[in-house]
């Protein structure tokens, strides 16, 4: 299998958009992508094994070399720093990280707290907006920090500001625009790099045509 592709892939939305993508670009993929359980999936036909991951854990994956390449979103790919080639916009998956709040939100001077699943990237945001703020890392249901006390503001992504409106949140500041990037390992570069090259080549094909 040294001429095979390894792909890993986030489970969920940004899955199946990369997946129609690739179908979109010429790559036969079997119809079992599309309810499959199974963690790795083989496409002989197209020599590439596909690894379905945790949306945080694929950029790990990528950087040891385990997958030559990888489909992350950007948020992740700030907050993670992992040491892999970025190296095309996939245009999918399209959402925003924004600050949060109740809607009587007012700054407070005394130990502020920020409850996110993106520390890194939070602590960064704050601190060049000269704001020192304690960070509170949550793996989930990050609104419900607001709503318990727990901390005054949240840094989480946004689609479409639906979940914030439920959970009676406001967003108090937009931070930055996020899509999904296709991501590659260095080595795997050096050494795939006709069979990498073709991949984003076929994929910025597709790209540009439903993006003009």
Not at 100 to 111: C, D, F, T, W
Not at 165 to 182: A, D
Request: hydrophobic residues 40%; charged residues 30%.
């Amino acid at each position: 299998m040294e001429d095979w592709l390894t792909v890993a892939m986030p489970k969920g939305r940004i899955f199946e958009e990369a997946v129609e993508l690739l179908r979109k670009a010429g790559y036969q993929l079997p119809s079992e992508f599309d309810d499959s359980r199974k963690l790795i999936i083989d496409v002989p036909e197209e020599k590439m094994r596909f690894i379905l991951a945790k949306p945080m854990d694929v950029p790990t994956y990528v950087e040891h070399g385990v997958a030559d390449v990888g489909v992350a979103g950007k948020d992740v790919m700030i907050e993670e720093e992992r040491v892999v080639y970025e190296v095309l916009d996939l245009k999918i998956s399209a959402c925003y990280l924004a600050v949060a709040g109740l809607p009587n939100y007012e700054k407070s001077e005394i130990n502020p707290k920020v409850a996110s699943k993106y520390p890194n990237l939070a602590t960064q945001y704050f601190k060049g907006q000269g704001e020192q703020v304690e960070i509170i890392k949550l793996n989930g249901s990050i609104e419900l920090a607001p709503l318990i006390g727990l901390a005054d503001r949240i840094v989480d992504i946004v689609s479409t500001g639906q979940t914030l409106k439920e959970n009676g949140l406001v967003e108090l500041e937009t931070m930055v625009n996020i899509t999904s990037r296709l991501i590659v390992n260095p080595v795997s570069y050096r050494m795939k790099d006709e069979r990498i090259d073709q991949m984003v080549e076929r994929l910025s094909v597709v790209i540009e045509e439903e993006n003009e």
